[in-house]
């Protein structure tokens, strides 16, 4: 069948705001248990209240969560790990009051038991303490006159004291990952201070469990000065895994009882920015067998390999198996967990959106549970992301993902050059998602490239180049989404009149810097977008409250005449390309001010700007109808832009 011809950004597409909106389901935790395999979703039809959910191959999925409650935790307002699966029974932090709630599991129909009544706690990153009866778990003291307190506790589950909470390690800033030995005899934990990020440096502790539940003293095992550890896991044989880029890379380390050792060294990243609980990157499966999912090159490889139970095994001897790539056909593989011989985890693939699925088994065999969406698109619908790496700054190599125009009844007349959207991706320490995107879709469907730039700063290529941002924020990444522009029209990939920049949060600030910046953009898309970093940094919350130092190379008795030199608002008068602005009023990451600020300033100026606020949505839109709102606003927006 020919194709008719329609300038680029005018193809009809089938994709339309709602039907982005409606796919737009958003996996949280994720955890096996026996057969089955548990996870949470976020249902926009539903204002974003987060679901428990059940299944395994072969089975149709089941909801075991009723309506209202909604699972999700706020610690470090952006929650994750909020359930936990043990002993036939779902513990879970409940969004509304953020205590923690039990729900029985093969029994139907019956309501959630309320395990805590604390008003001025939050919970999240549950271990489940078989041998002294108690759930352990990351909390957050709410305070009403300063930062909340960060601690692990530990939670009764029997007798008369259940629900009764008490302090087990108290004293640094922030705590993650608390995890029990399988003989119960030991407790892990990582923890890091104020002003880093978790993956700035974070250190990993080991301590005994004493036979009254009390903990011996502290043992550090790895991390700190300047060395980041992720996701500590116990293995069946009591030896301890976890992510460390003491290398320079987020490799897999093992400590046996008496000292630490790499497993597979490689320039790869198996780490995560640890913005919320419950990631994980690698498991131990029941063949003993350890599978990680690692970043090279800005493309997945899952690996396998196996694991011997020895203390002081050499693994440059060949004590692990060398490692073996699976799944090739996956884009992304996140929260990593065993079932039965093969893994679990939250994937994507070029032509399939996120789904829950079990890989790696001797067959090699991807078996779906639940998918995000159903996709109904043919293949020549559908846009594959192409890995691209152009020359940066001082020539260092920039990596993002191009997706061309696609659309299986449309193609643009000889000539013409495609309009390109520049998303920028939120963090800054964070990556650009990978595999099929809705939203991606919706644009190219429509006649638009989108070219998703892993800025420098961005993780999944090792320490240095995340550290490439440090002191370097609102310059650095800036610099790298405007040479990306720049690369795209010298490459023939772009028209040269008609880019644009689109995104969310640090995403949104480099959208509005890079419009201050440069003028090569004919418009942007901004998301609850900082507009004044000397603002965010007095109101942020503690988790965030000293991202910014490091960032722009500050710190609390001299950061003024940097931020306010980094601040899109103090460069407003250089900004003349149309904007439109999208902000949640119950937004605490990037308050509302932060989008008026800016909006206000450009009327000022009679340029234009249009602004949307919408109630009852937070730090990234969890609403069906916001979501189509905002998709369908951005693009009529474009179109109106580029009919002058």
């Known amino acids: 069948m020919a194709k008719e011809f329609a300038p680029y950004g005018t193809w009809p597409s089938d994709i339309n705001a709602a039907m982005v909106a409606g796919q737009s389901i958003r996996f949280g935790s994720l955890q096996s248990s026996g057969d089955w395999v548990y996870w949470s979703e976020s249902r926009p039809e539903e204002g974003g209240r987060g679901v428990i959910m059940r299944g395994r191959p072969g089975e149709d999925w089941a909801e075991l969560l009723p309506a209202p409650y909604s699972a999700r935790s706020r610690v470090h307002e952006y929650g994750g790990g909020e359930f936990l699966v043990a002993g036939g029974r779902i513990f879970f932090t409940n969004d509304k009051d953020q205590d923690i709630y039990v729900l029985e599991i093969g029994e139907p129909g019956v309501k959630p038991r309320r395990l805590t009544d604390e008003p001025d706690m939050r919970f999240a990153d549950f271990a489940h303490d078989a041998k002294h009866d108690r759930l352990i778990a990351v909390t957050e003291r709410q305070s009403q006159d300063d930062y909340p307190e960060n601690l692990l506790v530990s939670i009764a589950l029997g007798g008369e004291g259940g629900g009764a909470v008490e302090a087990l390690v108290e004293g640094r800033d922030f705590y993650a990952c608390p995890r029990v030995n399988p003989d119960g005899t030991k407790l892990c934990w990582m923890a890091w201070d104020l002003p880093d990020m978790p993956w700035d440096q974070a250190s990993l502790h080991v301590a ?176 594959v992301a192409q890995i691209i790496a152009f020359e940066g700054e001082g020539g260092d190599q920039v990596y993002g993902q191009y997706y061309p125009p696609t659309n299986s009844k449309f193609e643009a007349p000889d000539g013409e050059l495609p309009p390109v959207i520049i998303m920028v991706h939120g963090g800054p320490s964070g990556m650009a998602a990978r595999g099929f995107q809705w939203k991606v879709q919706y644009w190219t469907s429509r006649g638009f490239a989108v070219f998703d730039v892993d800025y420098s700063g961005s993780t999944g290529y090792g320490r240095a180049y995340r550290e490439r941002l440090d002191g370097q924020w609102g310059v650095r990444d800036v610099a790298d989404v405007v040479g990306g522009g720049h690369f795209l029209v010298k490459a023939g990939l772009a028209d040269p009149e008609r880019l644009l920049i689109s995104g969310g949060s640090a995403g949104g600030y480099g959208v509005l810097m890079a419009l201050a910046m440069s003028d090569i953009f004919a418009a942007g898309g901004c998301y609850y977008g900082i507009s004044d970093l000397v603002q965010l940094l007095k109101f942020t919350h503690k988790f965030e409250s000293g991202y910014t130092y490091r960032l722009t190379g500050t710190t609390p008795d001299d950061y003024q005449t940097v931020l306010t030199e980094r601040s899109p608002l103090s460069h407003i008068e250089n900004m003349t390309s149309p904007l439109i602005v999208f902000q949640g009023l119950d937004d605490k990451v990037v308050p509302p001010p932060q989008s008026r600020m800016i909006v206000d300033g450009l009327k000022a100026r009679n340029i234009e700007v249009e602004y949307h606020e919408f109630e009852g949505e937070g730090h990234g839109f969890r609403r069906a109808e916001t979501i189509v709102t905002a998709l369908e606003a951005e693009l009529a927006f474009y179109r109106r832009v580029f009919e002058r």
């Open 208 to 383: 005994v469990l004493e036979d009254g539940g009390s903990l011996g003293e502290a043992e550090h095992i790895a991390g700190g000065d300047g060395v980041y550890v992720f996701q500590p896991e116990w293995s069946r044989s009591g030896d301890l895994f976890f992510v460390s880029d003491a290398s320079g890379w987020g490799n897999l380390y093992r400590w046996d009882g008496e000292s630490v050792r790499p497993i597979a060294p490689m320039a790869a990243e198996c780490g995560r920015p640890h913005w919320v609980f419950g990631m994980r990157s690698f498991s131990e499966n029941d063949k003993g067998q350890l599978g990680v999912a690692a970043f090279e090159g800005g493309a997945l490889k899952f690996l396998t390999m196996g694991i011997s139970a020895g203390a002081g095994a050499d693994a440059s001897a060949g004590d692990e198996g060398a490692p073996v790539t699976v799944g090739q056909e996956l884009t992304s593989a996140e929260t990593v967990n065993p079932y039965k011989d093969c893994f679990a985890a939250q994937v994507t693939k070029a032509d399939m959106p996120a789904a829950i699925a079990v890989f790696g088994g001797a067959g090699g065999e991807i078996e779906f549970i639940r998918k995000s969406a159903n996709v109904a698109l043919s293949a020549g619908d559908i846009s």
